[in-house]
């Protein structure tokens, strides 16, 4: 099994920030994409930036120029700093990966447990 584990979040005050942390463990042969999602009270999840394992990043466009993602391939981590943080990014943050087990090209997408991001104003 892949395990996804998440650290960093916590409660600050608009325009704070905040660094997450999503690290993969367990039975990885390769991992492709890895993500952040989010999902706020009520409403979907959605996300908010993720990478290819050639390194493409995406934005959601309402984290463009305030969060950056970031990638250790060597330590199957990725990390999420959230800047200008506003009420609006307060929501669970869960991380995504897919991840190749075995030697089989077959791919599986896990979740991390997720972590509570609260913004106050």
């Known amino acids: 099994q892949v395990q996804l584990v998440e650290s960093g979040g916590g409660s600050v005050q608009a325009g704070g920030s905040l660094r997450l942390s999503c690290a993969a463990s367990?039975?990885?042969?390769?991992?492709?994409?890895m993500g952040w999602y989010r999902q706020a009270p009520g409403k979907q999840r959605e996300l908010v930036a993720s990478?290819?394992?050639?390194?493409?990043?995406n934005y959601a466009d309402s984290v463009k120029g305030r969060f950056t993602f970031s990638r250790d391939n060597a330590k199957n981590t990725v990390y999420l700093q959230m800047n200008s943080l506003k009420p609006e990014d307060t929501a669970v943050y869960f991380c995504?990966?897919?991840?190749?087990?075995?030697?089989?090209?077959?791919?599986?997408?896990?979740w991390g447990q997720g972590t509570q991001v609260t913004v106050s104003s």
């Open positions: 990478v290819t394992s050639g390194g493409t990043t």
């Open positions: 367990g039975r990885i042969f390769s991992i492709n994409a």
């Open positions: 995504n990966a897919d991840v190749q087990i075995s030697t089989v090209p077959r791919r599986y997408a896990y």
